[in-house]
């Protein structure tokens, strides 16, 4: 219930999934920390503080999946963050030439580490940003070589119990996870089909209801779907029916998105007697699907439903039945696989990465480095007392400028402001270390069990916590609005160094989102075109399809919410969008409707839709006209006035000056 309530902030592309409320997670890590927190005070041993430390961030870490992955990444961690602590207390140890060349030299190594793919929702905490990090603590607290040696001890300490923790108890927890995203893909796909027999009952729904069905509804599914096949991609001793499920459901929803797009062009409702009943049929084949996997059923239940919807499908010929047809093949397929030993299938762990450094990366790894060094010694020169505070700030907030991260950017913002007064409170009220460990470690239960849910929130809490823990390792009395100040000094630090340090270039970002999503579009139309593909292959396509449109709607969404309208002129980004999406929902109509072999005609119409693809994903990257060529129509159907009226939409948005006009598609 709570998941389809998040359904609007999906379709506006800021993730929200409660279903992945870990309480276990964060009571275990809060459990560890406690441990060691009052180990630290029962023995006065300060330097234990680190290990509470290492345990949270180990915990922050934890990939999910299986256990050898799960261990080889949080040993990697604890490796690291060592490393990375002990060398930091020992260069601080030196005096500011040791701090400067520690910091930069660390932070950049660190992270190096990182990648920035795409990502459709909040994800784990990469081991080199968390290490960057214990670098800036570790200078807070210069040691010499014996010091060093034992606070990079306490550390490792802290993540062998946090790893030896996580591992041991509850080892086939992580299926929940599992089952829950495919919970909250087929609360989705419910919602969809609501949506569209709402519609299809309407003679007149109006574009703005159509287009909620054509953006909100179809992201937020294609983001739960591809959360979920990364959830399941990480999981190789996880329940391997969730693939199953999560397959079916993306075959099913192709065929909604072709049914979707049907009543829009035709602007007929459905007949009540039998279109909207075989609905409603497949609706009960979605509820009985899902509550078989919910309650370890055997799918035979499945199998029935599925025999029902086909049932009502057979011996017709409308798109709609067809649809229906494919969406209980696909229900069927589940049932006769429900019970195969499919555990390989079911992903395991990702392919080795490659050493290979992307310059993307590299470059960004410079500059971050170069503006925390630059925050750390502006904090000495102005005589703050607490200089490394503005040095994290300013690591937390740098962010590679690309449309993936932005929205990260903006709820970081918003989570750190409101943690920030969170933690000025509790700091002002603490008055010792207990109380302060008291405080500490409730919020680490929060922070744990809300990292996969949403940024934002996970980051309202996550900086009162560290603020506290970072304060119990070096207190300091009397200089609450120092933080603040510091805290803020960084922040804009990293904004600043965010735009002046190899800003990447707005238009070009825009450019490359538009380009990509025309390749896989029309890669998709060009092969229904064509012919001869298995079914699995153009089902691929349209994925693929799907996501490069969901991306540059997310590019939409953040230059809408910057105000940049001038910038990319948004109504003309917005028709090509609305050109792309109807590209891919006539594809998905003609890959139901035509034979799989089109003869040579399919194979010219594909042939030019490639050329069409080369060319005007030339004319968004120069914004010039000269590309594109004149093109005859090849037939009078739908996915052609697509094509024609994507060609139209891109020759406006590259020269706001052209005439162009978008058609209305043949009815």
């Known amino acids: 219930m709570i998941s389809r309530r998040t359904e609007?902030?999906?379709?506006?592309?800021?993730?929200?999934?409660?279903?992945?409320?870990?309480?276990?997670?964060?009571?275990?890590?809060?459990?560890?920390v406690a441990a060691i927190f009052a180990a630290e005070i029962c023995f006065d041993y300060p330097n234990l503080a680190f290990g509470a430390i290492a345990a949270f961030w180990t915990s922050l870490c934890d990939p999910l999946g299986s256990n050898r992955r799960r261990f080889r990444t949080m040993a990697t961690f604890a490796v690291m963050g060592c490393v990375a602590i002990s060398l930091a207390t020992y260069g601080a140890h030196w005096g500011l030439w040791g701090i400067g060349i520690t910091l930069f030299s660390l932070t950049f190594l660190c992270l190096l580490t990182r990648t920035f793919a795409p990502s459709f929702g909040p994800m784990p905490a990469q081991a080199g940003f968390i290490a960057a990090i214990a670098v800036v603590v570790g200078l807070a607290s210069p040691r010499t070589m014996s010091g060093a040696v034992t606070v990079g001890s306490c550390f490792l300490a802290g993540s062998a119990l946090m790893i030896a923790i996580?591992?041991?108890?509850?080892?086939?927890?992580?299926?929940?996870?599992?089952?829950?995203?495919?919970?909250?893909?087929?609360?989705?796909?419910?919602?969809?089909?609501?949506?569209?027999?709402?519609?299809?009952?309407q003679p007149d729904p109006g574009s703005q209801l159509w287009a909620r069905f054509d953006t909100v509804n179809r992201r937020a599914i294609r983001f739960s779907l591809e959360r979920g096949r990364e959830l399941v991609a990480r999981s190789g001793d996880t329940d391997a029916k969730q693939k199953l499920l999560i397959d079916a459901a993306s075959r099913i929803f192709s065929a909604l998105i072709a049914i979707g797009h049907s009543r829009k062009a035709s602007g007929l409702p459905f007949d009540p007697e039998t279109e909207t009943v075989a609905l409603h049929g497949l609706r009960e084949a979605l509820t009985t699907a899902l509550l078989e996997m919910e309650h370890d059923g055997d799918g035979k239940a499945i199998g029935a439903a599925a025999a029902k919807l086909l049932e009502l499908s057979a011996g017709r010929d409308e798109l709609l039945f067809r649809a229906l047809d494919r969406a209980g093949a696909a229900l069927k397929e589940l049932s006769g696989r429900w019970n195969e030993n499919t555990s390989a299938a079911a992903g395991g762990s990702p392919a080795n990465r490659s050493f290979k450094i992307p310059p993307a990366v590299l470059w960004h790894s410079l500059r971050t480095s170069l503006a925390v060094l630059v925050s750390y010694f502006a904090g000495v020169w102005l005589g703050l007392s607490l200089p490394y505070w503005g040095a994290i700030a300013t690591l937390v907030v740098m962010q590679p400028l690309t449309g993936n991260t932005w929205l990260r950017v903006v709820e970081r913002g918003v989570g750190s402001i409101l943690g920030g007064f969170i933690a000025v409170v509790a700091i002002a009220i603490a008055s010792n270390h207990i109380e302060m460990a008291l405080m500490i470690v409730p919020l680490c239960a929060i922070v744990i069990a809300l990292r996969l849910v949403n940024y934002g929130l996970f980051v309202i809490f996550l900086t009162p916590m560290f603020m506290l823990m970072t304060d119990y390792v070096q207190s300091v009395d009397d200089l609450i609005w120092e933080r603040v100040l510091n805290e803020t000094r960084g922040a804009c630090i990293g904004i600043v160094a965010g735009l002046l340090l190899w800003p990447t270039r707005e238009r070009h970002s825009v450019a490359d989102s538009i380009a990509a999503a025309i390749a896989a579009n029309l890669a998709f139309a060009s092969s229904v075109s064509a012919g001869g593909l298995e079914p699995d292959d153009l089902d691929r396509m349209e994925r693929d399809a799907g996501i490069a449109s969901s991306r540059l709607e997310t590019t939409y969404e953040r230059l809408w919410l910057e105000g940049h309208g001038r910038l990319t002129d948004l109504p003309r980004l917005q028709s090509v969008i609305a050109a792309l999406r109807a590209i891919c929902g006539s594809a998905a109509v003609a890959k139901l409707l035509q034979p799989r072999d089109s003869g040579a005609g399919g194979m010219a119409r594909a042939d030019e839709y490639r050329a069409i693809s080369e060319e005007l994903q030339g004319a968004v990257r120069t914004s010039s006209l000269a590309s594109i060529r004149d093109h005859q129509s090849l037939a009078e159907d739908e996915l052609e006035h697509g094509v024609q009226n994507l060609i139209m939409a891109v020759r406006a948005y590259a020269d706001p000056r052209s005439q162009a006009t978008i058609q209305k598609p043949a009815q």
């Open 8 to 32: 609007w902030a999906e379709g506006h592309v800021f993730a929200f999934s409660p279903e992945q409320f870990a309480v276990s997670d964060g009571i275990r890590t809060a459990l560890v």
């Open 166 to 201: 996580a591992l041991l108890p509850l080892r086939e927890r992580r299926s929940g996870t599992g089952r829950l995203a495919v919970v909250a893909i087929f609360s989705r796909l419910d919602d969809m089909l609501d949506s569209l027999i709402e519609l299809g009952s």
